[in-house]
């Protein structure tokens, strides 16, 4: 299956050693060969027909700051969705940052895709967030797969694991923790009576927190996640515009001790019942939504069969191109084993 990756920032570097590494795996368990025929950054691409080698990838990268410096197989100050629409890969992989204000491009980098036959794993959240009835309508238009596992919960299955339990049932409600850094914030503050300042410059020095942390703390990060959870597992069709969104700005000591005297701990709780909403909320100290750190965590609750959750990381490089090869693996399979 040749693959082409757009963006070679975290993500797209784990992925592209990941690949390497589980070559001889990929192929004894699921007869899959994927050869990374090239690959696009902000200033530059590189391709080769036979494969790239992500060492060279990576050399490249490191020593001039863009792939597209790769001696002979590189190409610098290039088109992307030119370069998408005449490429003959059958999968690309879109891994440039999120941007849910601004979607535009990766937008038509996707739909340059489909339009050309090729299948799509997206770790992009901002694409989906604001069109994902669009962009699922153009893929099956064009009979291709959209797949995005990496884009809630990072490595941890969540959307599996959700399409799994509500196959055959009535969902009552779906209440997740889905942003690790606030998630980080808020346990500083509660378990060591931090204020929102220090426990958000805590969460920076450690890597959690962008330079800047607003889609975090804000509860957009969140709420993008919540989006692609109701389009994805549920087939509810909505965008960003539908959620009430609310982030942890306001979030108090006064409030977190308060709520600890009574049982209960203040989450960043991104919940679909009726509407869609993020917000903070008080949950049971005991709620296995309590996770700790930078965990996430998604409880689906049904009609009949009760409440079920799965916690994870949801965040890192390695994890999420983990979950970049569970989706080719499944475009893979869906068709057929021949992509
Ligand atoms: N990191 C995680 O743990 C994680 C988890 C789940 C989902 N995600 C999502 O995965 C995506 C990638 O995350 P990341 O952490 O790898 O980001 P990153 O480290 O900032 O890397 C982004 C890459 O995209 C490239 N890029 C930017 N604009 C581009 C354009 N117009 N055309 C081609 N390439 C472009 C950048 O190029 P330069 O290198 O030239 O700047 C960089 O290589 C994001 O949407 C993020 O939300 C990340």
């Avoid at 570097?13 to 004894?28: P, T, V």
């Avoid at 992500?54 to 020593?63: D, F, G, H, S, T």
């Avoid at 969104?245 to 989450?267: L, N, Y």
């Avoid at 009949?304 to 090869?325: D, F, K, Q």
Wanted: proline fraction near 4%; charge should be neutral.
């Amino acid at each position: 299956m040749k693959i082409l990756l757009v963006g070679f920032g975290v993500v797209g570097k784990a992925l592209a050693l990941l690949l390497e590494g589980q070559r001889a795996a990929l192929y004894a368990r699921h007869g899959f060969s994927p050869a990374l025929v090239g690959v696009i950054d902000s200033r530059g691409a590189a391709f080769d027909d036979a494969g790239l080698d992500p060492e060279a990838l990576l050399a490249a990268k490191e020593r001039h700051g863009t792939v597209g410096a790769l001696p002979s197989r590189g190409l610098e100050g290039v088109q992307d969705v030119e370069l998408i629409a005449q490429s003959d890969a059958q999968v690309v992989i879109e891994a440039t940052p999120t941007s849910v204000a601004c979607p535009t491009a990766a937008l038509s980098r996707l739909k340059a895709a489909f339009r050309t036959g090729k299948h799509v794993v997206c770790v992009n959240k901002g694409p989906l967030a604001v069109a994902f009835p669009a962009l699922l309508e153009l893929a099956r238009h064009n009979r291709v797969e959209l797949r995005f596992s990496g884009t809630v919960g990072g490595g941890t299955p969540m959307l599996a694991f959700a399409t799994e339990c509500t196959r055959g049932s009535k969902v009552r409600a779906l209440r997740a923790v889905l942003n690790g850094t606030t998630n980080f914030i808020l346990w500083r503050m509660e378990r060591e009576g931090e204020g929102f300042e220090a426990a958000l410059a805590e969460a920076t020095r450690l890597g959690y927190a962008e330079r800047d942390p607003s889609a975090d703390v804000d509860g957009v990060d969140a709420a993008t996640k919540l989006v692609i959870l109701a389009n994805g597992v549920l087939g509810r069709p909505c965008s960003l515009a539908d959620v009430s969104i609310a982030g942890i700005r306001e979030v108090s000591r006064e409030w977190i001790d308060r709520a600890r005297g009574q049982g209960r701990v203040v989450k960043l709780i991104a919940e679909l019942e009726r509407g869609l909403s993020v917000g903070p909320r008080e949950i049971p100290a005991d709620s296995p939504l309590n996770v700790p750190a930078s965990l996430n965590a998604l409880c689906v609750e049904l009609e009949s069969g009760g409440e079920m959750t799965l916690v994870g990381r949801g965040a890192g490089g390695p994890e999420t191109a983990t979950a970049i090869v569970r989706d080719l693996i499944d475009v893979w399979h869906a068709q057929g084993g021949r992509a």
